[in-house]
Each structure stands twice: as structure tokens, then as C-alpha cells.
């Protein structure tokens, strides 16, 4: 499927770029679905050895990409492959272990609120990034103080979610910039750990929530309204955006909305997760593509705002539909919940795709998005040559916004 738009629509950023602005890899959520950015990525590393994504953006399940890329201190190409061979390999077991009910309910009935309350443990996913990330003992990612030393990148962003204040926090290793403050978002400096990895990734109710200094952080996505955001402030001036959510005809929307069917639980948690951690980044991009219909017609005496090009990669299939083709075992209180709903039966299997951590699934993701990849080759080597255009003094050429 080569359904695609291009557009003359940049985005407007918020300040001056700076000198040789930069481009971004800008990764959202999805949990499982993050095999297909992998995917993407793969195909982008062998054809574009010499590509340069000097910043990188991540959150929820994209954290894990993201800290994966920034901290490996090889090439691209082999960050890229390294990348991938580990979502080949990885299993159920590397990143959850059901909790029983037995455990929850006496959690419950001692009355204090604590991790062992959640669906979920993701104590093997913090054992498998460490096996796999350079770290030290405290879980700091060394690899990317080296990587921002040798100039293979400029900036790490990783954002995660405040329980108590509500706030979107973004943290930021490296780039020349200062913390920023926005409504319900802040953007902070640190050093990055395995700590802000598991946070963005922490699903409320079904990932244990994780203490970064003296607050609880979750899900980066929770109340992230502008994903595209954190690139910009690193002072990226194009950016590379890979999403997981597929873009349905009016046709394909036609059909699944005729089901005679009462909503499920497990179908409007797959909804209420749409909203949460993929809807949000296509409804950002669309502001931006507003703000460059707006910058553009300034005379260039009077810009203020500088145009932020932009590149979204989609899934070319449903990727939560695929899910309903596999079974899943995961026990504990989560398998008897799965068992007690015909989940089967569900028009929308998206909230079981971001758990799918299946060999045979992610695999087949894992071809998608290097397929979908291939398909948008021109398009993608159109991106990157404008980094060499602009190092040349050449004027931007527009943007281009493309559905896999």
C-alpha cells in the first residue's frame, strides 16, 4: 500500500533556529507496535549508512528505542541492527512476569499503595536493557555521555509523566539548552538512567510506576499533547517521525464501525490507549503542518518562527488488527482477566498489540515496517539529503509528509 500526501506545510517553531540546526528521530508509543519502528529503522541503517540524527526523542515504548540508538557507541548501520536483532530475540518473558491474583489481593487488603498492586511486573525488562545497554551500576547510560562526546549525537529526550502534579516531564542529556516551562510540561536536564526508560514506559495500572528524585513518574504519554515538542526545544529544525498507528480509509472505517456488538472492556481500553499514546502525535503534527501554512506567509523580513520540516512514516496494515491472528498466555491475574472476556471477538485488538510481545509478532512487524521503509525509499532519501543541502547554504525545500 503506497497511499501517500506530500505537502508544502513545514511546521513553525518557537525561536531562531540556531546554527546548523539539526534533524530529529521522534518516536512515540505502542508498547509491542515499537517492533515496527525498529523495522523502519532497519532498512533506514543499510540504505543510509552515512544518515545523520544527531538528536533523538522517545517515549512510552519509543523510550526504549531511543535510549537503545543513543547509547550504542558503534555506527549507525550497527545501531540500527543491533536494534533489531534484539527485538528478534526478545519474549514475553524478557519484559513482563504476570503478578498472581493472590499477591494483588494481599496488597489490596494490606491497604498501601505499592507496585505489587499492578497487572504487571517489568522487573525482567529492566534486567534485559541492562544486559543490553551500556551501563554502570546505577543504571546511568554511559553510552550516551560517550556517544555526545565523540559527536555521533547531540541530545537524548525521554518524557514520563508526573502521578502527582499531573505534569509531563521531559528529560534532556545534552544539547546547549535550558530547562523549559510550559503548560502541564516541563523540560529538564539530567543524566539518563534505566530509571527514566522504565518511567516513560510505566502504564498505569498495568506497569509498576518508577521514582525518579522524590516523585512518581508513568507513561510518558499520559498527558503528552505535544510529542513533536521536545525535538523542537533540542532545537531540531526536520524531523523524522515514525508512527505506529495506522491510518484507516473511509471505507475501512466504514466497515468496522458496523458490529452489532456491546463495546467490550478490553475494546474501549484499547480506544482509551489510542487516545493516550498514538493520537496525540498526529494530532501535533497536523498543528505543526497549521503553524507552517501560517509562517509561510510572512515575508522573510518578519519571520520570527522558523520552519520545522517534517517526515511521518505509518504502518502500511492494521497492527492491532494482525494481533487477533496470535493467542496469548500470560497468567496471573492478567490471564484470568483475559480468559473471563471473549477478547477474540473484539473489532479492535489494539490494547492486546501493545502487549504482543510474541516472537512471531513482533517479527512480522519487524518486515512491515522494513517493507513499508523500502516503499518510501525516495522519500526518505529526499530527507536526509536536505541535511547536506542546508550544510551547503542552500534554501530548505519543502516538507513532506508521508503515509506508508
Not at 157 to 164: K, L, M, P, V, W
Request: charged share 20%; glycine share 8%.
Amino acid at each position: 500500500m503506497t497511499d501517500s500526501r506530500s505537502s508544502n506545510e513545514t511546521a513553525g517553531g518557537n525561536e531562531t533556529a540556531p546554527a546548523g540546526a539539526r534533524a530529529a528521530l521522534v518516536l512515540g508509543g505502542g508498547g509491542a507496535r515499537a517492533a515496527y519502528q525498529t523495522g523502519v529503522l532497519c532498512y533506514v541503517g543499510e540504505s543510509f549508512p552515512e544518515a545523520s540524527i544527531p538528536l533523538m526523542t522517545g517515549v512510552s515504548a519509543g523510550s526504549i528505542n531511543a535510549a537503545h540508538l543513543a547509547a550504542n557507541p558503534s555506527s549507525w548501520p550497527s545501531r540500527t541492527a543491533d536494534l533489531t536483532s534484539y527485538w528478534s530475540e526478545l519474549t514475553m518473558g524478557d519484559v513482563f512476569a504476570p503478578r498472581s491474583l493472590w499477591t494483588m489481593a494481599r496488597s489490596f487488603v494490606q491497604g498501601t499503595p505499592s507496585e505489587k498492586q499492578t497487572l504487571l511486573d517489568t522487573a525482567p525488562l529492566r534486567r534485559y536493557l541492562d544486559q543490553r545497554l551500556p551501563t554502570d551500576a546505577n543504571g546511568t547510560l554511559t553510552g550516551v555521555a560517550e556517544n555526545l562526546e565523540a559527536g555521533r549525537l547531540d541530545g537524548l529526550a525521554i518524557s514520563t509523566s508526573n502521578y502527582a502534579t499531573l505534569q509531563t516531564v521531559t528529560w534532556i542529556q545534552g544539547c546547549s539548552m535550558t530547562d523549559w516551562e510550559r503548560p502541564n510540561r516541563l523540560g529538564r536536564r539530567t543524566t539518563l538512567s534505566l530509571d527514566h526508560v522504565m518511567a516513560s514506559t510505566a502504564l498505569p495500572m498495568v506497569f509498576p510506576a518508577v521514582r525518579l528524585g522524590d516523585a512518581w513518574y508513568g507513561d510518558g504519554g499520559l498527558r503528552m499533547l505535544d510529542p513533536l515538542a521536545p525535538a523542537i526545544h533540542m532545537g531540531a529544525d526536520r524531523l523524522f517521525v515514525i508512527s505506529t498507528r495506522y491510518e484507516r480509509s473511509r471505507a475501512e472505517a466504514t466497515r468496522a464501525g458496523r458490529t452489532a456488538a456491546y463495546p467490550s472492556l478490553f475494546q474501549m481500553a484499547g480506544i482509551l490507549a489510542n487516545v493516550l499514546l498514538l493520537d496525540v502525535l498526529e494530532h501535533d503534527a497536523a498543528v505543526l503542518r497549521r503553524i507552517n501554512r501560517l509562517v509561510r506567509r510572512l515575508e522573510d523580513g518578519h519571520r520570527r518562527l522558523r520552519p520545522i520540516d517534517l517526515l511521518i512514516l505509518r504502518p502500511s496494515v492494521d497492527l492491532g488488527a494482525l494481533a487477533r491472528d496470535y493467542e496469548v498466555d500470560i497468567g496471573g491475574a492478567m490471564g484470568t482477566l483475559l480468559s473471563a472476556v471473549q477478547w477474540q471477538d473484539d473489532p479492535q485488538s489494539d490494547w492486546l498489540s501493545m502487549l504482543l510481545f510474541k516472537p512471531a509478532y513482533l517479527q512480522r512487524l519487524l518486515e512491515i515496517g522494513y517493507n513499508d521503509a523500502k516503499r518510501q525509499h525516495p522519500r526518505i532519501e529526499a530527507f536526509f539529503a536536505r541535511d547536506s543541502m542546508a550544510g551547503n547554504g542552500q534554501p530548505h525545500p519543502s516538507s513532506v509528509s508521508v503515509r506508508s
